[in-house]
Antibody
Framework: QLQLQESGPGLVKPSETLSLTCTVSGGSISSSSYYWGWIRQPPGKGLQWIGSTYYSGSTYYNPSLKSRVTISVDTSKSQFSLKLRSVTASDTAVYYC?????????????WGQGTLVTVSS | QSALTQPRSVSGSPGQSVTISCTGT?????????VSWYQQHPGKAPKLLIY???QRPSGVPDRFSGSKSGNTASLTISGLQAEDEADYYC??????????FGGGTKLTVL
């Protein structure tokens, strides 16, 4: 069974960079059938797609976050990562990584458990 | 891209049916059949319920169904059960490998 696990600091200071990694197990991150995405959810609010990546390294970002986001993939470690620069309190959220079955279902079919990142000094 | 519009809350009694709407634009919901729905219980990750407008992943009960008309997609839950009480989110492809979620709907089973 495919599993995704987010990891990274739970507390980030304002103006600094939020860095998270998603480790994929039970399946291949290098499959040509899937993309890999980051989605976040501020406390008590809805979901927001942050961006997606493909095993080849192609990346796609939410236009509203594009200037601050970098997503990368490391197939040798079966991981993909998120960096969000110049964070503010509004970036406080649960961050999820998920698999996107772009070619078949167009749905995010496997999710990590999520990790809460708080932006505070 | 703006978030898709969903009602903030809906409710129904056990055994009844409820429908949750998801309104987008001709650039997302109206343009593509890549509409998906997710169920999220408190403190849990979202779970894929419906993909490609009306398809159910294996293991999802057929009480859950999806449809689309124009710029509005809908999720219908029939034969409501207590465990259906959760938040529900729609999601649509918005072109250029971009995706947009709805604001979420809280379902209360009375």
């Amino acid at each position: 069974q495919l599993q995704l696990q987010e990891s990274g600091p739970g507390l980030v200071k304002p103006s600094e960079t939020l860095s998270l990694t998603c480790t994929v197990s039970g399946g291949s991150i290098s499959s040509s059938s899937y993309y890999w995405g980051w989605i976040r959810q501020p406390p008590g609010k809805g979901l927001q797609w942050i961006g997606s990546t493909y095993y080849s390294g192609s990346t796609y970002y939410n236009p509203s976050l594009k200037s601050r986001v970098t997503i990368s993939v490391d197939t040798s470690k079966s991981q993909f990562s998120l960096k969000l620069r110049s964070v503010t309190a509004s970036d406080t959220a649960v961050y999820y990584c998920a698999r996107l079955d772009y070619y078949n279902s167009g749905g995010f079919d496997f999710w990590g458990q999520g990790t809460l990142v708080t932006v505070s000094s | 891209q703006s978030a898709l519009t969903q009602p903030r809350s809906v409710s129904g009694s056990p055994g009844q049916s409820v429908t949750i709407s998801c309104t987008g634009t001709s650039s997302d919901v109206g343009a593509y059949n890549y509409v998906s729905w997710y169920q999220q219980h408190p403190g849990k990750a979202p779970k894929l319920l419906i993909y490609a407008v009306s398809q159910r992943p294996s293991g999802v009960p057929d009480r859950f169904s999806g449809s689309k008309s124009g710029n509005t997609a809908s999720l219908t839950i029939s034969g409501l059960q207590a465990e259906d009480e959760a938040d529900y989110y729609c999601c649509s492809y918005a072109g250029s490998y971009n995706w947009v979620f709805g604001g979420g709907t809280k379902l209360t089973v009375l």
